[in-house]
């Protein structure tokens, strides 16, 4: 007897191998049996004419504010996602002292882009350490967390705030590892790392400052218990990435560890990246490095207003300058000629690309109320072109009519070139992920590359069959990451399974959502799912298409591997 | 292939020591003075103060392949 069994559903067991017509059965949260006909149990699913595989892991999140207020990472469960990887790029919550809260807050908030409102409405801080942290959101959580120690709050931790400033001693490089230690034992999965992040100071976030000498020691601190890396790279530049590649192998041979990168970026702005980063992955791959990519799979939007620092400018230090220094300071800026025309000017420079294909003239007004309604839908420059100004003086005019809450929307920045990524996205020491879950929420919908897969790569382009795409999703990421007893659909492992309709699961159109824990104030970009039957963590059910969520909360923290 | 054997790098870099500025490093690279180290290393010069180099950034010290 079985508590629950899907019913003749087509298997896709996570292995890649083809899929099969049976029923999975679940006792006691765990996949009991595969196979046909397996008998009666306390709950049938009947999931004829769906695909049942095993739960998604999406690796590359910032869902660690989030996780405090909703345990389900909502709406990423409904697209599948049964395991979040969150604590990417240098940045988790914790260990975190209560004296340096409102200063990481800050950097959080800031690389992220996570209105403030909502964070500190939602941030009830009740930790210090990384076990203490996830002790507090597995208090309510319906999805399955595997955190990373940021390298940045390592630093903070150890050294203060001096660990924006320099490089640590050889003491504090043994405090370092001690941490980590610490945090492996609260529950950490692994640690993250960046060389590319800016602070809301514009300056480097403290993990930049490491030394080799102290990365190397982290790191063999992860080989000693065979847990991974994750880093943000130099990402948008062919050779700086390539070296960067180089050096993750050195550290992987040289520890045994696995490394991931994200984000591996296609666009127009980079021509040869792509090529020039899978090149030299195969190169090492073929030494026995384990480095691996991580590539999203759907093309960027970005949505932005003026009130804020968006991504788009962070290759316009004027812009940057102008867009940090508030409210008012903004609006003065936007009305004074001789700045007007700097910023203007700085538009058409390509002063340090970030990979993204952005043109202001390209751009559209995507929401305003005023007078400038009517234009709402309008690229820049064409409005520009009306009024005979240049496309930046017509979006801080707009800007300043609207109060800087007129929105802009970007599109095609990159990652639309769906041949190339379709091979990518099939690639060996290539990963699906990147995907930033719970980050950027005003710039665009962080959710839904995984139902994306199947609608675009294995229906549209018929880049990856059904099982490639599981596979793909669930057990090569488990592997990647060393997640033990997850990912695959046989009998042992968690029951985290998804049942959905392969002819039409997708996401849905990018709407806005009011439902961060700051009663309305801020909003956040979300997409919704279409073809997802039910979604199960742990055995029981935490989504069906009929009734939505359900308060079942049998998420965990998962368990990493160890030598 | 074998750990060991590393392919030669795209190009040749080094990471600057703590506290090492442009001079210092141009003083370790032969035949590169400071304005031709940064232009070799666009993704450094630009960078705006008061971090200039990082003890972990790529400083490629030969300029990028024609």
Known sequence: ?563 | MSPEDAPAPLRRFLHPQPGEGWEEIAGRVADADVATLQSWNLHLAMRPPPIVLTPVDIVFVEPPAP
């Open chain 1, 1 to 563: 007897m079985f508590d629950l069994i899907i019913r003749q559903g087509r298997i896709c067991d996570g292995s890649g191998a083809p899929s099969f017509i049976g029923d999975v059965g679940v006792r006691d949260g765990r996949i009991a049996a595969v196979g046909p006909n397996l008998g009666e149990a306390g709950r049938i699913v009947d999931a004829s004419g769906h695909a049942v595989a095993p739960g998604f892991i999406d690796p590359h999140t910032h869902y660690d504010a989030q996780l405090t207020w909703d345990g389900l990472a909502q709406p990423s469960l409904e697209h599948g996602v049964t395991t979040v990887i969150p604590g990417n790029c240098s940045l988790s919550l914790a260990p975190l002292r209560a004296e340096h809260r409102e200063f990481l807050g800050a950097v959080f908030r800031q690389i992220e882009e996570m209105p403030k409102s909502a964070f500190d409405a939602g941030i009830e801080w009740t930790w210090e350490s990384m076990a203490e942290y996830n002790e507090t959101i597995t208090r309510d959580l319906g999805v399955n967390v595997a955190p990373l120690a940021g390298h940045s709050l390592l630093r903070l931790w150890v050294l203060g705030y001096e660990s924006r400033d320099r490089a640590s001693t050889p003491e504090e490089v043994r405090a370092l590892c001690d941490l980590l230690r610490e945090c492996l034992d609260g529950g950490a999965l692994g640690m993250s790392t960046s060389f590319s992040d800016v602070d809301h100071e514009f300056r480097p976030v403290p993990s930049r400052l490491a030394s080799m000498e102290e990365l190397n020691a982290l790191c063999a601190v992860l080989g000693e218990r065979n847990r991974p890396l994750q880093l943000l790279p130099e990402f948008w530049a062919a050779d700086l990435l390539a070296t960067r590649i180089d050096i993750m192998a050195e550290l992987s041979l040289r520890h045994g560890i696995s490394v991931t990168f994200s984000p591996l970026f296609e666009s127009a702005s980079t021509p040869g990246l792509v090529e020039a980063a899978v090149e030299r992955l195969e190169l090492h791959a073929a030494r026995g490095a384990r480095v691996t990519a991580q590539m999203q799979t759907r093309p960027l939007d970005m949505t932005f207003d003026m009130s804020q620092v968006s991504a788009v400018f962070s290759a316009m230090p004027t812009w940057m300058g102008t867009l940090l220094s508030g409210h008012e300071a903004i609006q003065g800026a936007f009305r004074d000629p001789a700045t007007r025309e700097t910023l203007a000017r700085e538009t058409e420079t390509d002063r340090m690309p970030i990979a993204l294909d952005f043109h202001l003239s390209r751009t559209r007004l995507s929401a305003a109320t005023g007078s400038a309604h009517a234009d709402v839908g309008r690229t820049l420059g064409e409005i520009g072109e009306e009024r005979g100004l240049h496309p930046a003086e017509v979006m801080m005019d707009i800007s300043l009519e609207e109060d800087l809450k007129a929105r802009f929307t970007a599109s095609g920045l990159g990652h639309y070139d769906d041949a190339k990524i379709g091979v990518a996205l099939n690639h060996p020491q290539i990963q699906i992920g990147a995907g930033d879950g719970g980050a950027h929420v005003q710039r665009f919908a962080t959710y839904g590359d995984t139902s994306y897969l199947f609608s675009r790569f294995v229906r549209e382009r018929k880049a990856l069959s059904l099982e490639r795409a599981v596979q793909r999703l669930s057990a090569d990421i488990a592997e990647i990451w060393g997640i033990q007893g997850r990912g695959r659909l046989i009998p042992g492992q968690a029951a985290d399974i998804t049942i959905f309709d392969p002819e039409t699961f997708d996401r849905g159109p990018e709407e806005m959502a009011f439902d961060l824990p700051d009663a309305g104030e801020s909003f956040r970009f979300i997409r919704r799912s279409t073809g997802m039957k039910e979604v199960l963590v742990g055995g029981e059910s935490v989504y069906r298409a009929e009734s939505g969520y359900s308060q079942a909360r049998r998420g965990a923290i998962v368990e990493g591997a160890s030598r």
